[in-house]
């Protein structure tokens, strides 16, 4: 098969590859790029364990080809750290408020609840579940992964975060 000549920006970074014009996104992320932080789950766009961000947009990539990512800038799980190398607020959160057990759906959990903060930044409760709703966690709950986004809403705007009373 023939292959097709890409090229894109992916954390800041500038990457091209030769591929097969099927080749999905996670694929071509997991495979050509070494970054196995995006996992892949379903291949339905049900778990959303594959979520990256797309120009400004939260995408299931085990959906999306490659190919139509050309010219794209796209931030992984990988690239969500400060630029200093320590902790995101969004990874801050999910480890001080336990919003994490197995960790699988955890990097597309990420993703999706950081383009959740950049459109909304303080997201109500019923906000950030309606806004996360695309990705599945079989471990949690979802209460500390909730937890986890309105922790760092808070740190982003500068506030204390107030755990809610139970």
Request: aromatic content about 4%; some cysteine.
């Amino acid at each position: 098969m023939a292959k097709t000549h890409i090229t894109m920006k992916v954390n800041g970074e500038d990457v091209e590859g030769l591929i097969e014009p099927r080749t999905l996104l996670v694929h071509f992320i997991r495979e050509n790029l070494q970054m196995t932080g995006t996992h892949i789950g379903c291949d339905t766009t049900h778990c959303g364990a594959c979520t990256v961000d797309i120009d400004g947009m939260s995408v299931k990539s085990c959906t999306m080809f490659a190919v139509q990512a050309q010219g794209s800038e796209i931030r992984t799980v990988e690239g969500l750290a400060n630029p200093d190398g320590t902790l995101s607020a969004l990874q801050e959160g999910f480890r001080m408020m336990h919003g994490l057990q197995c960790g699988f759906c955890t990097p597309g959990m990420l993703m999706r609840a950081h383009r959740l903060l950049q459109e909304n930044a303080n997201p109500t409760e019923e906000e950030i579940r309606f806004g996360i709703a695309g990705n599945l966690c079989r471990c949690t709950g979802y209460q500390n992964i909730v937890k986890a986004i309105q922790y760092a809403a808070a740190k982003l705007n500068g506030v204390e975060f107030q755990e809610a009373a139970e």
